[in-house]
């Protein structure tokens, strides 16, 4: 059983670029969270969505924008990219419920490495 | 709103020695408490968690306890190994749908 697949793994862009980095929940998930993770830093929440829609957001701009498909899958997409957007993005997904309570653990992907030069 | 405060590292023991990481909260209402793992180059992964005061989660060797009364729940192993090098997070899960993750704590086990 797969779990939570992200792509790219690792990508460089230059600033004022846009990226967009995809997300495959773990089979039988269907609610898909999206952390920042700054080197050396803990990961910060950007968003989650649930039946296709943003449920809850971070402190992230707009440039910070998503989307989730019918088949739950999910895209991170950032416009206008600083160089302080150089991170691992994190994709995590869950059981539907109550999101991140103790009822239902997140599963992390590996994450998609951004470089902004 | 939702803080998570854990010890800064690095960490370096020898294998065998006694572990202690320590993490502490703040939050409202009544949180869930996690700690996740993070080898290198990977996602994170969970390694236990607890969803109610006095709750003990435990996982490889690993233990913490859900402290309402100082606001804590403190990592803790007997005898690490070299495996265990990793980093740490201490993490609240509130009725907010998202998780708030501590600084992270590196550890390194040497033989």
């Known amino acids: 059983d797969a779990g939570v697949t992200q792509s790219p793994t690792h990508l460089i862009k230059t600033r004022g670029q846009q990226v967009t980095l995809r997300c495959s929940p773990k089979s039988g998930h269907d609610t898909v969270s999206w952390y920042q993770q700054a080197l050396g830093q803990g990961p910060q929440f950007i968003f989650q969505?649930?039946?296709?829609?943003?449920?809850q957001r971070g402190n992230f701009p707009d440039r910070f924008s998503g989307h989730q498909f019918p088949n739950y899958s999910s895209e991170l997409n950032v416009n206008a990219l600083l160089l302080g957007d150089s991170a691992l993005y994190l994709c995590a997904s869950s059981l539907p419920g109550q999101g991140a309570t103790g009822a239902n653990v997140l599963t992390f992907g590996a994450g998609s490495r951004l470089t902004v030069l | 709103g939702d803080s998570v405060t854990q010890m800064e590292g690095p960490v370096t023991l020898s294998e065998e020695a006694f572990l202690t990481i320590n993490c502490t909260y703040t939050a409202t209402g009544y949180p869930s408490l996690f700690w996740y793992v993070q080898y290198p180059g990977e996602g994170l992964q969970l390694l236990l968690k607890?969803?109610?005061?006095?709750d003990k989660g435990s996982n490889k060797g690993f233990e913490a306890t859900y402290r309402k009364e100082t606001t804590s729940f403190h990592l803790e192993k007997g005898s690490v190994q070299v495996s265990d090098s990793a980093v740490y997070f201490c993490?609240?899960?509130?009725?907010?749908?998202?998780?708030?993750f501590g600084k992270g704590t590196l550890l390194t086990v040497n033989p």
């Open positions: 969505y649930y039946e296709e829609e943003e449920r």
């Open positions: 607890a969803t109610k005061a006095d």
């Open positions: 993490a609240l899960g509130g009725s907010n749908y998202k998780l708030t």
